[in-house]
């Protein structure tokens, strides 16, 4: 396990690559299924490109799930990456991106050893593609920490809005044919499409509605020592400097502080983020101020009260010691 920040930013990167691949591939499996024919492309070009993309999205989402397993600020077992519901970190949510996976690996498995199940059968597993689609887009919005943000939820939308599109016109193709009408599939994308919408706002509204930890509140005021450690990483256009550790004493807290810099000088991005590990609860925001003596910033809880948060500390050889204080 490992406290550096690339693996939860490549964990959330390699999320959304995945995500926005197994769209394509929807889309065209969907347009293969209607035999559309594209100018320049021969039938057998799109079904390669379409073998490729699913591969790639086995690679992404294994990738995904590597890095949050190496990611040690929200902690996952093999247990709990493997069993829907283990995790204490957004059950529902996390369960249905552990549910969507593994029927992605039933539908490579049943490409795999296609003739020998033999066509029928591969076409009614190779429906589970809408069912992994629409999991997955419930499980990004719930347990993505970005699914806020607004190119996320453009993505989201964009997702949705074509795949409901790409099944309305294959099953009006099939209509018109008089063949099947891809009830599976169309039911499928159709619930997911409700599933989302009933949710209401997302994600707060997500964090919010998780009965099994309304017993446990949230911290309205903690004043605690911490440790952590220093991380940096060096790119080509500056560096992002992480501050990760944890606060223990009355309420035991994880926290993250994350600092963009050109030049090792100006800031030109901060995010915060601190962990509540008796609720689960994340509190995400930005840094007001930081430097070497300690921060000042604020974040937010999910359905809960906005906190001012603060922290003092001693800086050396890349450990960190001090006090941190966290208000609603």
Request: hydrophobic share 50%.
């Amino acid at each position: 396990m490992t406290a550096a920040p690339v693996d939860w930013y490549a964990a959330r990167a390699a999320g959304v690559v995945a995500y926005a691949l197994l769209t394509g591939g929807v889309l065209l499996g969907t347009l293969l299924s209607g035999r559309v024919r594209l100018p320049r492309w021969p039938a057998f070009a799109v079904t390669d490109v379409h073998r490729f993309v699913g591969l790639l999205v086995g690679v992404f989402v294994s990738l995904h799930v590597l890095f949050v397993a190496l990611d040690s600020y929200v902690r996952f077992s093999l247990v709990q990456l493997v069993v829907p519901g283990a995790s204490s970190y957004r059950p529902l949510w996390v369960a249905l991106g552990v549910v969507a996976a593994e029927l992605l690996l039933a539908v490579a498995i049943a490409n795999a050893v296609k003739r020998r199940i033999g066509f029928r059968r591969w076409r009614r597993v190779h429906y589970l593609t809408f069912v992994v689609w629409a999991g997955a887009t419930v499980h990004g919005l719930g347990a993505g920490t970005d699914s806020g943000t607004v190119w996320l939820r453009l993505l989201y939308v964009a997702s949705i809005a074509s795949v409901l599109a790409a099944v309305a016109w294959r099953v009006g193709r099939s209509r018109r044919r008089g063949g099947p009408v891809l009830a599976p599939g169309a039911a499928a994308v159709l619930f997911g499409f409700v599933l989302v919408v009933g949710l209401g706002r997302l994600p707060s509204g997500l964090g919010a509605a998780r009965p099994a930890r309304a017993a446990v509140p949230l911290p309205g005021r903690v004043s605690d020592s911490l440790t952590g450690s220093v991380e940096q990483q060096q790119g080509p256009g500056g560096a992002l400097v992480s501050v990760v550790g944890r606060a223990g004493g009355q309420r035991r807290l994880a926290y993250r502080i994350d600092v963009v810099t050109p030049d090792g000088r100006q800031i030109t991005d901060t995010s915060l983020q601190v962990k509540d590990l008796a609720s689960g609860a994340l509190c995400t925001g930005t840094v007001g101020k930081v430097d070497s003596s300690g921060f000042t910033g604020s974040c937010s809880f999910p359905g809960g009260p906005a906190c001012s948060v603060s922290g003092t500390w001693n800086l050396a050889d890349r450990r960190v010691s001090g006090s941190l204080r966290l208000s609603a």
